[in-house]
């Protein structure tokens, strides 16, 4: 287990920014880690990243426990924080550098780590120039650099992807791809295609608390929660549909179009088109709607709200 | 140990990529060039008088002494502007977790960072050291209070710094940090001013006074309770900035 979070807590004050967060992350692993704003994203990821002591609770990066033994847990570690800690007046193979010696890289290694680096990000055209004059997309670029450099076991980046242009964004997905090969990487982002793209396992945080966690394949199963679009030539009898073992439920968007809630297990949607065929309405149209990453989001950040207000 | 000199010297070099270390080094040795004309000046057209009396000070103590106190009012003055951004920019910038999240103690930093910026302080007073060696062309020098003086001055500015430094840590604003530090330097260095009211002597505010134990230093006689004084003021103030630097990650 590359990364062990056991009962995160963090207080700010009397508010609770962390409640009670729990998670692993294995080697091999792309943990996509989504929440909306102020959910506590960023700083259950500095608490990993050791830049921000939990309330409570137990970190362990490769076995090694960061609160009480940072020295040793760091050198597994990995961090691009939200602004990328970037000394402006240095150049990008100059900061490189100093990154790798920070990391305790010995000084005969450091060119070749510098130079690894610098190509894997793609930073081959602008390594002697000053990081200031850099545009945003390359200064991220560096800021992922500096997070890989010393080629770490656990690589945490928040919102990576923040500032880019399209074929940036691509290049940046693919690198992660290529990281979560042979590393462990947590990625925290709001944009859920991305975690859809290039993350094996999701995790949503909500008001501290994780709501969600699971793998990738899991989360799509979970997204056929079966929802059918139905158009017919007569209008529909809904509360006979309702009648049909495995529906859930059926909302009207039209009088002739009908979307209806099923299980997803045994073949609902047959009994239905059989249904509608027997009652004579006229089957027109019958379309599985696939519930996009988008809606789960939504309808885990907002459904549970107010209990705890 | 390794650590803290990688810091250091990255600290020293960022300081000479900027304007900020050449400008100081150039304003401090003009205006310390001047003071310094003004008293070779002041010797010369002393010089026939002096040469009546017996047992009169002689051409280091007439130049070195009003120079190297000129250059600690100086460097009061500068070093709040050099300390201010230490800690408290980095941490405005969030370039703080570059350091946080990289192996390395929170002392390391602390101390890397005070070090890379004595290493400007220290070569301001070597070139100030520089100056009196000029004289050597055509007169002679006491090198014992040279020495003595530039060992005053090397002491000063550690304290300084370290005191800096610590204000650094404390506040979100450079400017604020600056202030702060100039507000408690000026403070110590006037503090056995009062002791001069009404003949009452203040043993404390004496004791605490740095301009004491900087003349103590500057007239030649090395006191080890003057050592001790600078020492202690300056470890004191770093581990409260180690203190302070850790307790960052607490609160926020």
């Given at each position: 287990?590359?990364?062990?979070?056991?009962?995160?807590?963090?207080?700010y004050g009397?508010?609770?920014?962390?409640?009670?967060?729990?998670?692993?992350?294995?080697?091999?692993?792309?943990?996509?880690?989504?929440?909306?704003?102020?959910?506590?994203?960023?700083?259950?990821?500095?608490?990993?990243?050791?830049n921000l002591a939990?309330?409570?609770?137990?970190?362990?990066?490769?076995?090694?426990?960061?609160?009480?033994?940072?020295?040793?847990?760091?050198?597994?570690?990995?961090?691009?924080?939200?602004t990328?800690p970037?000394?402006?007046?240095?150049?990008?193979?100059?900061?490189?550098?100093?990154?790798?010696?920070?990391?305790?890289?010995?000084?005969?290694?450091?060119?070749?780590?510098?130079?690894?680096?610098?190509?894997?990000?793609?930073?081959?055209?602008?390594?002697?120039?000053?990081?200031?004059?850099?545009?945003?997309?390359?200064?991220?670029?560096?800021?992922?650099?500096?997070?890989?450099?010393?080629?770490?076991?656990?690589?945490?980046?928040?919102?990576?992807?923040?500032?880019?242009?399209?074929?940036?964004?691509?290049?940046?997905?693919?690198?992660?791809?290529?990281?979560?090969?042979?590393?462990?990487?947590?990625?925290?982002?709001?944009?859920?295609?991305?975690?859809?793209?290039?993350?094996?396992?999701?995790?949503?945080?909500?008001?501290?608390?994780?709501?969600?966690?699971?793998?990738?394949?899991?989360?799509?199963?979970?997204?056929?929660?079966?929802?059918?679009?139905?158009?017919?030539?007569?209008?529909?009898?809904?509360?006979?549909?309702?009648?049909?073992?495995?529906?859930?439920?059926?909302?009207?968007?039209?009088?002739?179009?009908?979307?209806?809630?099923?299980?997803?297990?045994?073949?609902?949607?047959?009994?239905?088109?059989?249904?509608?065929?027997?009652?004579?309405?006229?089957?027109?149209?019958?379309?599985?709607?696939?519930?996009?990453?988008?809606?789960?989001?939504?309808?885990?950040?907002?459904?549970?709200?107010?209990?705890?207000? | 140990?390794?650590?803290?000199?990688?810091i250091?010297?990255?600290e020293?070099?960022s300081l000479?990529?900027s304007?900020l270390?050449?400008?100081f080094?150039?304003?401090?040795?003009?205006?310390?060039?001047?003071?310094?004309?003004?008293?070779?000046?002041?010797?010369?057209?002393?010089?026939?008088?002096?040469?009546?009396?017996?047992?009169?000070?002689?051409?280091?103590?007439?130049?070195?002494?009003?120079?190297?106190?000129?250059?600690?009012?100086?460097l009061l003055l500068a070093t709040p502007l050099l300390t201010m951004r230490m800690i408290c920019e980095e941490r405005r910038n969030k370039t703080l977790s570059l350091l946080l999240?990289?192996?390395?103690?929170n002392a390391?930093i602390i101390l890397g960072k005070y070090?890379g910026l004595l290493?400007l302080l220290?070569?301001?007073?070597?070139?100030?050291?520089?100056?009196?060696?000029?004289?050597?062309?055509?007169?002679?020098?006491?090198?014992?209070?040279?020495?003595?003086?530039?060992?005053?001055?090397?002491?000063?500015v550690?304290a300084f710094s370290a005191a800096g430094l610590y204000m650094s840590c404390l506040s979100g604003h450079p400017t604020v940090a600056a202030m702060a530090t100039f507000g408690l330097l000026l403070l110590l260095w006037?503090?056995?001013?009062?002791?001069?009211?009404?003949?009452?002597?203040?043993?404390?505010?004496?004791?605490?006074?740095?301009?004491?134990?900087?003349?103590?230093?500057?007239?030649?006689?090395?006191?080890?309770?003057?050592?001790?004084?600078?020492?202690?003021f300056s470890?004191g103030f770093i581990v409260l900035s180690i203190r302070r630097f850790e307790s960052d990650r607490l609160q926020k």
């Amino acid at each position: 287990m590359l990364l062990a979070a056991d009962h995160l807590f963090r207080y700010y004050g009397k508010h609770c920014a962390v409640n009670d967060v729990s998670f692993s992350v294995a080697k091999g692993q792309v943990l996509g880690f989504l929440g909306p704003n102020g959910a506590g994203k960023t700083s259950t990821m500095q608490m990993l990243a050791g830049n921000l002591a939990p309330s409570a609770g137990q970190i362990q990066i490769n076995g090694v426990d960061l609160i009480t033994n940072p020295k040793a847990a760091k050198i597994n570690l990995g961090y691009l924080p939200d602004t990328p800690p970037l000394y402006k007046e240095l150049t990008v193979y100059e900061f490189l550098s100093y990154c790798a010696q920070l990391h305790g890289i010995v000084k005969t290694a450091i060119t070749a780590a510098v130079d690894k680096a610098i190509v894997r990000c793609g930073l081959n055209t602008v390594e002697k120039r000053l990081i200031g004059n850099l545009s945003k997309g390359f200064q991220q670029r560096v800021g992922i650099a500096q997070a890989i450099i010393h080629n770490p076991a656990l690589i945490i980046l928040d919102e990576p992807t923040v500032g880019l242009d399209p074929i940036q964004i691509r290049e940046i997905r693919a690198l992660i791809r290529e990281l979560g090969q042979d590393h462990g990487v947590i990625l925290s982002t709001h944009i859920l295609s991305e975690v859809q793209e290039s993350c094996s396992h999701v995790q949503i945080i909500h008001q501290g608390q994780l709501i969600l966690h699971e793998t990738i394949a899991g989360l799509n199963q979970q997204m056929q929660t079966g929802i059918l679009l139905l158009t017919t030539a007569q209008v529909a009898d809904k509360t006979a549909l309702l009648h049909i073992p495995g529906v859930t439920l059926v909302e009207s968007i039209s009088p002739k179009q009908l979307k209806i809630h099923h299980v997803i297990s045994d073949n609902a949607s047959e009994r239905i088109a059989e249904f509608v065929i027997n009652a004579g309405w006229g089957l027109q149209e019958m379309v599985p709607i696939k519930q996009s990453i988008e809606d789960i989001f939504i309808n885990l950040t907002q459904s549970e709200p107010a209990d705890d207000l | 140990m390794k650590m803290i000199l990688t810091i250091a010297s990255r600290e020293f070099r960022s300081l000479f990529l900027s304007p900020l270390a050449w400008i100081f080094l150039a304003v401090i040795q003009f205006l310390l060039a001047f003071l310094f004309l003004s008293q070779v000046e002041t010797f010369t057209t002393i010089q026939a008088k002096l040469a009546t009396i017996e047992h009169a000070p002689g051409l280091t103590d007439i130049v070195v002494p009003p120079l190297f106190g000129n250059a600690g009012i100086i460097l009061l003055l500068a070093t709040p502007l050099l300390t201010m951004r230490m800690i408290c920019e980095e941490r405005r910038n969030k370039t703080l977790s570059l350091l946080l999240s990289a192996p390395i103690s929170n002392a390391d930093i602390i101390l890397g960072k005070y070090l890379g910026l004595l290493g400007l302080l220290w070569l301001i007073v070597l070139l100030t050291v520089l100056m009196p060696l000029s004289l050597l062309l055509g007169g002679e020098l006491d090198f014992g209070k040279l020495f003595a003086n530039g060992l005053a001055l090397g002491c000063l500015v550690t304290a300084f710094s370290a005191a800096g430094l610590y204000m650094s840590c404390l506040s979100g604003h450079p400017t604020v940090a600056a202030m702060a530090t100039f507000g408690l330097l000026l403070l110590l260095w006037i503090l056995d001013w009062s002791s001069n009211l009404q003949n009452k002597h203040s043993e404390l505010f004496e004791y605490l006074s740095i301009l004491r134990h900087f003349q103590g230093i500057q007239t030649g006689l090395i006191n080890s309770a003057d050592l001790v004084y600078f020492a202690l003021f300056s470890a004191g103030f770093i581990v409260l900035s180690i203190r302070r630097f850790e307790s960052d990650r607490l609160q926020k």
